[in-house]
Each structure stands twice: as structure tokens, then as C-alpha cells.
């Protein structure tokens, strides 16, 4: 391995500054990098117009038959472009790093951001000029009052609030359905695209239609069968093309790899992989479809060091990959995954900013189904891969447990030491205890049992729990702001008027009480609880709305099939086809602003008694302007980060009781119930830039703090105090998941 690209965390720097984009391990690497580096974000027009025309022309058909007709008609006519040097055919568009969007999705928002679309400050879109005509005069005319988010406003009531206050944002649920999903390969490995398409007819031929639960399946199944039809027609046009480039390729080694790239394009477009190229590109395409067919982010791959590496190991004892060759399949495989930006309205481009779609993240490492250590050589490819190329998509989940071997954790240091935001570290037996829970309510466990959460168990966009095939379940359900939820609590429910949101001056949350009456600590703290308690059961109250307006309208057949046993069901997953269903989730933002923020209540006004709560109040009010001394009184109070029990158990008792109250909530597919997690990145900006001052000495409007961090400039005993308090945190209660983040200052990092 060692002889392969080694390049320190310099050029990782110069990645970062622009001075190198044409870095991998080959040629061939290299200059696939500086294409994708050259291209701007553009829009493919491809998806929209078929979606026009096949809903304008078959109005009276169901609309589940509408869905799945017309992505099967989309897969058949995906545009083919064939790069130089690639060999994992198949883009989601015309060009590369465009989007094929959506326009029943994001219509509405498209209407209003169109003058702008192309030089907004937050991740501006390239469009040709007649296809931005085309769009204004006429597809988005027919979609913008037929989107999610249109009849989401026209179902809910105060919908605004959810939508623009800074209090509780959940725009995008309803702007991007489709996301933080794990196919089932293994079933697709098995038995190909043939294969489902031959279930959907065994079972379309065996439904009993004077049996009323069978009337809609049939629907289902012909629709899925259509879908299936224009993958393989995809397949298809992929080999046909790749064959006609061929012809006119005046090298005979790239004619050759072309003609092959071709045949294994069109075969496992319908059949099962039999090598490690096979299969790879086997999950780019269904990767890549994925994303053509929802909006949303984070459709991952799991487990792929075990998934691929029974294919790997076989083709090296072989001789028809080594480990150099097997290197520079994966550094292609993340150029691929770079490749499609997600497309966003700029208000959550603001939030979710970098085009970062989470497409193709992995998990490597972790254990076996018998709980032994899983690490192979993939593994270790997978780590060199991410470092040779610096892509920023695929994420990269390093799973590690007591039997992680040294070597594997060294290699995964050694990228993260990069700085390119890659690995992710998780803790494998904490994933599985939130998976045992997650969906099952407040005291209750799901039916999985451990040997198959151990085989499967794989972790999703940001950090989300999941099991490959298993799971469904929008994990971006919405955004709770915790400072406001303390700012709220000071105000009785008003928020205040200096914050640039919507509601600003009027009462957007419950009557809580005057905090100057509260005689204790423990009554201020319910009024919190009674405050956020009151934020879920509005966001649950819509979410109910959206999830029913998504199983009636937005199903998704590609999804639908590669969730296990959903087919069986004859049940669309956004209807409650997935083995497990949960959700919405809940992301909670700004937990050490609260934690702080009830600490300094707690200490000043009623343990200490140095400030009376209505001086609190007034200082917090005025943003602090005329009340330096009390900031600094505030400010020095200890901070959640600094291995203090006082504050680092108030906090984790807040989350938790947070989090507790979230898996107390039903949803609406399949009768799962709901979850909270911390893994919100770059929503701490956004949402503190709607969030007046607080308590723990934070200015208003400024950021607040990132995931489980500590705020920012708090943490001043050093990185093990700060460990040690995250340490105290019950990250099990989240059964969603965990995000920390810890940000070390070069300079300290270097030995004088």
C-alpha cells in the first residue's frame, strides 16, 4: 500500500486554497479531478420535461401510476455523456456536475428566487437561457401551486412559523423528500433489476382484485415493472453509445475499455455483478438514480468494504485487479459521487451551503455479524482513496470498536489529519444501541435482532443510524432552534423584535409564564420544557400533514425497491413500505447555548442570587448594550466543555429529557414513532442569525454553537476536559444520532 500516492497534509492545505485540483493516484485520476474541478453546478432540464409532459397528458391516471410511469420514462431517456479516461459510465444529466431536478418539488420556490438563481450569494446555478424560459413559461406555471411545500401551506395552519421564524424550521422536509437512505445491495446483488422485475409480475399475476387492499398493487406493480423496463433500456443506450465513442476512439487500449465499459453498463443495468468493477459501478448507477428520483440528500451505500470485498478478494487471487487497480476504481468512484450537487432554495443553501449532497457516503470498519473485527484491505482502500483524490463527497464513516486493529485507526488518523472533513468517527456499539431503539418509542426496543443490526448496521449522511435496506425515515424532518427555545422562555412565548424572522415582536410560542414570578430554578426549567414542548407539537402536528401529503403524492418506485420487503408489502415507502419506519425526526440545534443559557439562570439568579431575574432580563433584551457588567458576570460562568459536572450534567439532563419527549411521538407511516438528534451542520449560523441574546453571555443574531461543541471560544480547559464533557452526554437518548465536532487550532497542534 505504501507505494501508492503519498502526500502529506500540505497538499491538502493547497487543495483547500485552490493551488491543486488535479490530484489521484493515476493519470487517468487526475485529470477525471481537474474536469470535475473546472465545471460549475448547472441544471439538467431532462427530469423536469418528462415530468411535464407525462402528468399533462395522463391527468386521470392514479398518481402512483403517474410517479412510477414517468420515472421509468425518466430513466430510459437519461441523457448519455461519456468523459475522457472514465469508465464507470452513467451522469445524471447532459453534462457533468449538473442537477436533474425535481420541478415538482421546487417550483413554487424556483418562482421566486429567478432573477437571482444565477448570482444569488449562496450557491448560485448556471442554466442556459432557453431552458430558463422554458422553465418560467411553462413548467413552473403547471407545478408551483402542485408542490409539497404549496399544499403544505394550504393544509397546516400557521405554517410560516415553521417555515421562517428561526423558532422551528422544517422547509427542508417538505422541499426535498427523498433522502438518508441505504439501499438494499445485497438483494440487489442477488438477484439484478431482472430479478424484481420478475417479482413484481409473480405477484401482480397472484392478486386477487375483488380483494379491495389489492386494488391499489396493481397500480404498484405495473408501474414498478416499468420502472425497471427503462433501467435496463438505460442500460441499454449506456452500451450503444459507449460502442459508437468506440468507433471513433483512435486509441486502441481506450476503444477497447469503452467497449467494455459498455457491456458492463448495459448488463448489470439488468442483471447481477460477478466482479469488483461490476459491482462498483453497480452502485454508482443505482447511486446516481437515486438522486435523480428524489430531491433529497444523503443516499449512502453502508457497508461498502464488506459489500464489494468478496468480489475484490476473489478478482486478486485472480489477477484481474491488484491493489493498485482496485485504488484508482474507488478514486474514480469518488469523482462520480462529486459530481451531483444538490439544488436548494437560497434561504436553506444558507444552512446546508457547498452544493454537498452527502451522495455515496460509506462506512468502513465496524464488526461482523458475530461481533468480530470486519476491517479487510477495502477498508484500508477506501482511507487512501479519500486522501488521494480530496473530494469532499463520498463521506467517509470509520466504524470502530475494542477489536478496531491499531493499523486501520492509523490509516484513518492519517486522513483525517488532512483536514478534509473525512472520516467521521463513530463509536460502533453506541450505532447499534440507538438502532435497537430507534422507532420504538420512549421505553421500548424494536424486534431487530443484534446479529443482523452487526451484518447491516451502517451510519447515514451526517451520523444518522441506519440499516442497510431496513430503514425509512426523512432524518431532516426540521431544525429546532434551542436558543430560541430559551429566548422564548425570558419572553413568555414572544419573539423578540430585533430577530429578522417571521413573527418577530408577536407570540409564536406558548404562555409559559413571567419568568420575574417563577420562585425557583425548577420552575423556570419546566417553563423551558413547557416552550419546547410546544415548538415539537406544532413541528409534529405539521410533520403529520407533510408525511401524509408525501404517501398520497410523491411515492417513489427506485426507493420502494431497493427497501427490503417492500415489494412483498405491494407499499411505496413513503407510504410505510420499509421494514422500519421512523420519524420525523428532530434536529436539535444549539445545545450548549442552552445548556450555558440554564446554567447562568440556575447560578446567578437563584443559586448565587448576585442578579435578580428581571436584571437578566433587561440586559438580555438590550443585546447587553449598557449591561457589560452583567455579560461579564454571565459570561464567567462555567461552560458546558470544560469537564465541570455542574453545567456538563445540566446540559446532557436537557437534551435528554428533549430527545426523551421527541420518542414519545407517533408518525405516520406504519405506527413508528419519532426521534431527535444532534446533526445540524452549518444550521448553527443560520439559526443563530434568527436568535436574539441569551443568558450565557451570547450576543444576538451571532452564531450559535456547532452540533454537540461547546460554544465557540467556551471550551478553555483543553481538548480532554472538552472530551470528557462530551463523555458525560446520554447520545443514546438521540437515537437519530451524535455529531461532535472539534475544532484545534493548527498552532496547537505544532511542538515549539
Known amino acids: 500500500m505504501e507505494k501508492i500516492i503519498e502526500v502529506g497534509s500540505k497538499g491538502g492545505m493547497e487543495m483547500r486554497t485552490g493551488q491543486v485540483t488535479e490530484v489521484g493516484c493515476t493519470e487517468r485520476i487526475r485529470k477525471l479531478n481537474g474536469i470535475l474541478h473546472a465545471a460549475r453546478p448547472n441544471l439538467e432540464m431532462q427530469r423536469t420535461r418528462v415530468f411535464t409532459k407525462y402528468f399533462k397528458t395522463h391527468e386521470s391516471e392514479s398518481q402512483i401510476r403517474k410517479r412510477y410511469f414517468?420515472?421509468?420514462?425518466?430513466?430510459?431517456?437519461l441523457p448519455i455523456h461519456i468523459e475522457p479516461g472514465e469508465r464507470l459510465l452513467g451522469w445524471q444529466g447532459g453534462k457533468i456536475r449538473c442537477n436533474n431536478f425535481s420541478i415538482e418539488s421546487h417550483a413554487h420556490w424556483l418562482?421566486?428566487?429567478?432573477?437571482?438563481?444565477?448570482?444569488?450569494?449562496?450557491?448560485?446555478?448556471?442554466?442556459?437561457?432557453?431552458?430558463?424560459?422554458?422553465?418560467?413559461?411553462?413548467?413552473?406555471?403547471?407545478?408551483?401551486?402542485?408542490?409539497?411545500?404549496?399544499?403544505?401551506?394550504?393544509?397546516?395552519?400557521?405554517?410560516?412559523?415553521?417555515?421562517?421564524?428561526?423558532?422551528?424550521?422544517?422547509?427542508?422536509?417538505?422541499?426535498?423528500?427523498?433522502?438518508?437512505?441505504?439501499?438494499?445491495?445485497?438483494?440487489?446483488?442477488?438477484?439484478?433489476?431482472?430479478?424484481?422485475?420478475?417479482?413484481?409480475?409473480?405477484?401482480?399475476?397472484?392478486?386477487?382484485?375483488?380483494?379491495?387492499?389489492?386494488?391499489?398493487?396493481?397500480?404498484?406493480?405495473?408501474?414498478?415493472?416499468?420502472?425497471?423496463?427503462?433501467?435496463?433500456?438505460?442500460?441499454?443506450?449506456?452500451?450503444?453509445?459507449?460502442?459508437?465513442?468506440?468507433?471513433?476512439?483512435?486509441?486502441?487500449?481506450?476503444?477497447?475499455?469503452?467497449?467494455?465499459?459498455?457491456?458492463?453498463?448495459?448488463?448489470?443495468?439488468?442483471?447481477?455483478?460477478?466482479?469488483?468493477?461490476?459491482?462498483?459501478?453497480?452502485?454508482?448507477?443505482?447511486?446516481?438514480?437515486?438522486?435523480?428520483?428524489?430531491?433529497?440528500?444523503?443516499?449512502?451505500?453502508?457497508?461498502?468494504?464488506?459489500?464489494?470485498?468478496?468480489?475484490?478478494?476473489?478478482?486478486?487471487?485472480?489477477?484481474?485487479?491488484?491493489?493498485?487497480?482496485?485504488?484508482?476504481?474507488?478514486?474514480?468512484?469518488?469523482?462520480?459521487?462529486?459530481?451531483?450537487?444538490w439544488l436548494l432554495p437560497e434561504g436553506l443553501a444558507h444552512c446546508f451551503g457547498g452544493y454537498y449532497r452527502w451522495t455515496g457516503g460509506y462506512s468502513v470498519g465496524g464488526y461482523d455479524a458475530n461481533g468480530n473485527d470486519a476491517v479487510n484491505l477495502l477498508s484500508y482502500i477506501c482511507l487512501r482513496s479519500a486522501r488521494d483524490t480530496r473530494t469532499t463527497a463520498p463521506a467517509v464513516h470509520v466504524h470502530i470498536g475494542s477489536k478496531t486493529p491499531e493499523s486501520f485507526l492509523m490509516e484513518a488518523v492519517k486522513l483525517a489529519a488532512e483536514g478534509l472533513g473525512h472520516p467521521s468517527f463513530f463509536d460502533i456499539d453506541s450505532v447499534y444501541n440507538m438502532i435497537q431503539y430507534n422507532g420504538a418509542g420512549l421505553n421500548g426496543a424494536n424486534n431487530l435482532p443484534l446479529k443482523l443490526i452487526r451484518e447491516r448496521a451502517t451510519t447515514v449522511g451526517c451520523v444518522e443510524p441506519k440499516i442497510e435496506g431496513y430503514c425509512y425515515g426523512h432524518t431532516n424532518a426540521n431544525i429546532t432552534n434551542l436558543g430560541n427555545t430559551v429566548s422564548l422562555t425570558l419572553t413568555n412565548g414572544i419573539l423578540p423584535e430585533g430577530c429578522p424572522g417571521y413573527g418577530a415582536g408577536t407570540r409564536i410560542g406558548c404562555e409559559s409564564g413571567d419568568p420575574r414570578a417563577f420562585k425557583t430554578f425548577d420552575e423556570f426549567y419546566e417553563a423551558f420544557m413547557r416552550q419546547y414542548k410546544y415548538q415539537i407539537n406544532l413541528c409534529q402536528e405539521h410533520m403529520l400533514v407533510a408525511e401524509r401529503l408525501l404517501a398520497e403524492e410523491h411515492q417513489m418506485p427506485l426507493f420502494t425497491m431497493m427497501a427490503t420487503n417492500a415489494i412483498e408489502k405491494g407499499i411505496d415507502v413513503v407510504a410505510g413500505g420499509a421494514m422500519l419506519n421512523s420519524g420525523p425526526h428532530y434536529m436539535l440545534t444549539g445545545v450548549a447555548d442552552m445548556g450555558d443559557s440554564l446554567e447562568v439562570v440556575k447560578k446567578l439568579v437563584y443559586d448565587d442570587k448576585v442578579?435578580?431575574?428581571?436584571?437578566?432580563?433587561?440586559?438580555?433584551?438590550?443585546?447587553?448594550?449598557?449591561?457589560?457588567?452583567?455579560?461579564?458576570?454571565?459570561?464567567?460562568?462555567?461552560?458546558?466543555?470544560?469537564?465541570?459536572?455542574?453545567?456538563?450534567?445540566?446540559?446532557?439532563?436537557?437534551?435528554?429529557?428533549?430527545?426523551?419527549?421527541?420518542?414519545?411521538?407517533?408518525?405516520?407511516?406504519?405506527?413508528?414513532?419519532?426521534?431527535?438528534?444532534?446533526?445540524?451542520?452549518?444550521?448553527?449560523?443560520?439559526?443563530?442569525?434568527?436568535?436574539?441574546?441569551?443568558?450565557?453571555?451570547?450576543?444576538?443574531?451571532?452564531?450559535?454553537?456547532?452540533?454537540?461543541?461547546?460554544?465557540?471560544?467556551?471550551?478553555?480547559?483543553?481538548?480532554?476536559?472538552?472530551?470528557?464533557?462530551?463523555?458525560?452526554?446520554?447520545?443514546?437518548?438521540?437515537?437519530?444520532?451524535?455529531?461532535?465536532?472539534?475544532?484545534?487550532?493548527?498552532?496547537?497542534?505544532?511542538?515549539?
Open 70 to 77: 414517468a420515472m421509468a420514462e425518466v430513466y430510459r431517456t
Open 111 to 341: 418562482e421566486s428566487d429567478f432573477d437571482t438563481f444565477e448570482t444569488r450569494l449562496f450557491d448560485p446555478w448556471k442554466i442556459d437561457a432557453k431552458d430558463k424560459e422554458e422553465l418560467k413559461n411553462e413548467h413552473i406555471p403547471y407545478w408551483k401551486d402542485k408542490t409539497l411545500t404549496s399544499k403544505f401551506r394550504a393544509q397546516t395552519r400557521e405554517p410560516d412559523v415553521l417555515l421562517s421564524s428561526g423558532y422551528v424550521d422544517c422547509s427542508n422536509y417538505i422541499s426535498n423528500p427523498g433522502s438518508h437512505f441505504v439501499p438494499d445491495y445485497h438483494e440487489l446483488f442477488k438477484i439484478g433489476y431482472r430479478g424484481y422485475y420478475e417479482k413484481c409480475e409473480k405477484l401482480l399475476s397472484d392478486l386477487d382484485l375483488i380483494d379491495p387492499d389489492n386494488v391499489r398493487k396493481q397500480d404498484f406493480y405495473i408501474g414498478m415493472m416499468e420502472v425497471c423496463k427503462g433501467i435496463r433500456d438505460y442500460g441499454i443506450r449506456l452500451h450503444q453509445a459507449a460502442d459508437a465513442q468506440a468507433e471513433k476512439e483512435a486509441d486502441p487500449e481506450r476503444a477497447e475499455e469503452l467497449r467494455t465499459a459498455g457491456k458492463r453498463a448495459e448488463k448489470i443495468c439488468w442483471d447481477i455483478p460477478e466482479n469488483f468493477a461490476e459491482a462498483l459501478h453497480a452502485v454508482w448507477l443505482n447511486t446516481m438514480m437515486l438522486n435523480v428520483e428524489a430531491s433529497g440528500p444523503c443516499i449512502n451505500v453502508g457497508r461498502l468494504d464488506q459489500l464489494l470485498w468478496p468480489y475484490l478478494e476473489k478478482d486478486l487471487q485472480s489477477g484481474v485487479e491488484t491493489v493498485e487497480s482496485a485504488l484508482e476504481w474507488m478514486e474514480e468512484y469518488n469523482i462520480k459521487c462529486c459530481n451531483i450537487p
Open 611 to 752: 442578579i435578580s431575574m428581571d436584571e437578566l432580563l433587561k440586559a438580555v433584551e438590550a443585546d447587553f448594550e449598557g449591561y457589560e457588567e452583567i455579560r461579564q458576570m454571565c459570561l464567567n460562568v462555567p461552560k458546558y466543555g470544560n469537564n465541570i459536572d455542574e453545567v456538563d450534567m445540566l446540559t446532557s439532563k436537557a437534551l435528554q429529557d428533549c430527545a426523551e419527549y421527541c420518542a414519545t411521538l407517533k408518525c405516520g407511516r406504519a405506527g413508528n414513532y419519532s426521534s431527535a438528534g444532534v446533526q445540524p451542520t452549518q444550521t448553527n449560523v443560520a439559526m443563530g442569525e434568527m436568535c436574539w441574546a441569551l443568558p450565557s453571555g451570547r450576543k444576538a443574531l451571532t452564531p450559535l454553537a456547532d452540533t454537540l461543541s461547546a460554544e465557540q471560544h467556551m471550551d478553555v480547559n483543553g481538548p480532554l476536559a472538552a472530551i470528557q464533557s462530551y463523555g458525560k452526554i446520554n447520545h443514546s437518548a438521540c437515537t437519530n444520532g451524535t455529531i461532535l465536532n472539534m475544532w484545534i487550532s493548527k498552532t496547537d497542534l505544532i511542538a515549539e
